[in-house]
């Protein structure tokens, strides 16, 4: 079990399946997320038969990727906040579920051609630990693809919430998750072992009426403050209305909307294989960088 405690696991399991209730209507972004990542996997030349979603409380991803890269069984691996088991057996496959207990993925060597996860890795407090164990899951030449909330998504209401809590009371407190950026993102593939690692982000911004019903969304998605030392009483009502008066005043477009931002980071890499393309011997190269330039080469004594 990790000894990494950002999040408070069961705080997170409490808000995701709240938010099931009503997910349809607060599902935008994971739809939206879900088709990019088809589409990547469609640029790919190849199949995938067997494949696991990687931490999704829903089926959003499933229905929205249908057969894009030809993934015929589709498991679902969720988390849960319990001990893990001490069970040695296998974990199911093809359309069943598969609980991951205390971030520890049940023993599953070279099962999958795919590992995709939709925007949930960024409630994880081991994410190198989790990207490792995904590497040690897929088989040789098996793809791992992920996105994940991160840069500087938030940053309006971040802003907001933490000017106002300081006006009105003196002090300010956790409120907004610690997010991955693309070189961090980028280093952590490289160090699970992944080959060929590649991350990059795209930036979505977002309108709403107001401070109010970007909150309600962001309950309805189940992505709501879960940071382990945050506190646990509820925020004044002074505080919610300066927030919501500042976002008004700083952040709104010309029709009185205020605007959102959403960094959203993609993570890809390659379980290890001898096809795949291979860093050049230094020293191997045949042509010179000066001739390519057009320039004169410099030596450096």
């Known amino acids: 079990m990790t000894d990494i405690y950002i999040f408070d696991r069961k705080s997170v399991n409490q808000h995701h399946r709240r938010a099931q209730k009503e997910i349809d209507t ?3 972004l994971f739809r939206e997320i879900a088709d990019r990542l088809g589409d990547r996997l469609m640029d790919i ?12 409380n829903h089926t959003i991803l499933k229905e929205t990727l249908g057969s894009r890269g030809g993934i015929q069984n589709f498991a679902s691996a969720k988390f849960r906040s319990e001990e893990p088991s001490l069970s040695s057996e296998s974990p199911p496959t093809g359309t069943k579920e598969i609980e991951i207990s205390a971030e520890i993925l049940p023993p599953a060597p070279h099962t ?8 949930c890795l960024h409630w994880v407090n081991d994410l190198p ?31 907001c919430l933490m000017e106002a809590e300081m006006e009105v009371e003196g002090g300010v407190s956790p409120r907004v998750s610690p997010l991955i950026d693309v ?11 992944f080959a060929l690692p590649v991350s990059d982000f795209d930036r979505i911004e977002v309108s709403y009426a107001n401070a109010f019903d970007l909150m309600k969304e962001l309950r309805g998605m189940g992505e709501t403050n879960a940071i382990h030392n945050r506190r646990k009483s509820f925020t004044r009502r002074e505080t919610l209305l300066k927030a919501a008066q500042r976002y008004q005043e700083k952040f709104s477009d010309s ?3 205020i605007n959102t931002t959403f960094d959203v980071v ?10 795949q393309q291979q860093p050049l011997r230094p020293g191997s190269a045949t042509e010179r960088l000066s001739d390519f330039l057009d320039t004169e080469e410099t030596k450096i004594n």
């Open 26 to 28: 607060h599902d935008f």
């Open 45 to 56: 030349a190849r199949d995938f038969p067997k494949a696991l979603d990687l931490g999704s």
């Open 112 to 119: 999958y051609d795919l590992i995709i996860s939709n925007l």
């Open 129 to 159: 630990g989790i990207l490792l164990q995904a590497h040690q899951c897929l088989k040789t030449d098996g793809l791992f693809i992920a996105s994940m909330i991160g840069g500087e998504t938030l940053k309006e209401l971040r802003t």
């Open 183 to 193: 070189k961090d993102a980028g280093a952590l593939l490289q160090r699970a072992g």
């Open 255 to 257: 029709e009185g909307r």
């Open 266 to 275: 993609y993570l890809a890499g390659w379980a290890p294989h001898m096809s």
